[in-house]
């Protein structure tokens, strides 16, 4: 049986460059592979709701958005199945079995789960779905017997959840769920990238993003205003690389080749940095640098976002036949659930003969 990847994003709004770099630009490359059997791509809005349950019109129209950026970067739905989570019900089902498997206090130590629910100011009143996160994206998880995830650095405590959550189904009840190994980003840098203010994470929350929709002119006001080094008053003056968001995003972003192309006093970063460090490199030369790459690298994305703008209806078909393909491989995992844990009480003839023949002679 050929291995199988599932990935994706809460649509709370358009998906920026963190997305991109730390798992979008890797599912395209993947995909284009042809190395995996299946691909499962989803919009993750039953998630999503778990702190937005207020407003779900943010929810509902940022599907749309999402969907665009993901064909727009790449994603292709006739080699990998693009759906909506909260229209599959089979993920409801097994997240309330899953839950019986874990332990509040294993959530809690949850390093991911402290950094959200801090972040969120949910400490004091904290929504029972938020606090289940972990487990329904076990769920999501395992329902399509994933054996990659391909995600971030801070996704790994979520992915050590699922994978007790497997052993545990699995010594329960018999071997049925596939225990999932993650794939990080081959940039260490991409694994975390921070925003432009400097901060620990671009969120959209935070207001701290590149969107892969902004257009060229966004994109260099949001650039000229990243956090460098606050020391580095003066041209002439030492500058710090490390914490450095530009070149944090040049790590990310750059090659050599871009050097040829926009900057070629110097043959790599690595020179660029070493100049940096010694002084006589200003702040906004490195920035125009990296505007130049990031553009080249946004504009046929912001081209083939426009192109699909013009026939909404379509993208909503594609979610709606990626969604009926998903489903039908959620029902299949379902019944061997089920049957795992004896709960397919109306498919199972032996079950109801024995009983029958139990009353009979009782």
């Not at 599932?6 to 395209?28: A, F, I, N, W």
């Not at 036949?321 to 379902?334: D, I, L, N, S, V």
């Not at 009480?345 to 009983?355: H, K, M, P, S, V």
Request: hydrophobic share 35%; glycine share 6%.
């Amino acid at each position: 049986m050929g291995k199988t990847i599932l990935t994706g994003d809460r649509p709370t709004g358009k998906l920026h460059l963190g997305h991109y770099v730390g798992s979008l630009r890797r599912r395209v490359e993947l995909q284009n592979a042809g190395e995996f059997e299946k691909m499962f791509v989803f919009m993750a809005d039953v998630q999503a709701l778990t702190d937005n349950a207020d407003n779900p019109e943010k929810i509902r129209k940022n599907i749309i958005e999402v969907a665009l950026d993901y064909l727009s970067a790449g994603l292709d739905p006739e080699k990998c199945i693009i759906f909506i989570q909260s229209q599959i019900p089979e993920l409801a089902e097994l997240t309330t079995y899953l839950m019986n498997l874990v332990t509040v206090s294993r959530v809690e130590r949850n390093p991911t789960v402290k950094t959200e629910i801090k972040m969120r100011n949910f400490e004091a009143n904290i929504p029972l779905g938020f606090f289940c996160y972990p487990v329904s994206q076990a769920a999501d998880i395992t329902l399509f017997k994933a054996d990659i995830v391909p995600a971030g650095e801070d996704q790994k405590p979520m992915l050590e959840i699922t994978r007790e959550l497997v052993r545990r189904f699995n010594s329960t009840y018999g071997e049925v769920l596939v225990e999932p190994d993650i794939m990080l980003p081959e940039n260490a840098t991409a694994r975390r990238l921070p925003g432009t203010d400097g901060k620990e994470k671009m969120s959209k929350s935070l207001g701290n993003c590149i969107y892969l929709s902004d257009d060229a002119d966004t994109v260099w006001q949001k650039v000229r205003s990243m956090f460098t080094d606050p020391n580095h008053l003066n041209v002439s003056d030492p500058g710090t690389v490390e914490g450095n968001a530009v070149f944090t995003y040049l790590d990310a972003f750059s090659c050599d080749d871009d050097f040829a192309k926009y900057l070629p006093d110097y043959k790599n970063l690595d020179e660029m940095k070493d100049h940096y460090r010694r002084g006589g490199l200003g702040d906004m030369k490195c920035k125009k640098l990296l505007n130049s790459i990031l553009n080249e690298m946004l504009d046929p994305i912001r081209k083939r976002r426009h192109e699909l703008e013009q026939d909404i209806p379509e993208i909503y078909n594609i979610l709606r036949r990626g969604t009926e393909k998903a489903r039908e491989t959620a029902a299949q995992t379902m019944d061997e659930v089920r049957n795992a844990m004896k709960i397919n009480y109306f498919d199972d003839a032996e079950l109801i003969r024995q009983q029958s023949e139990y009353f009979k002679n009782k």
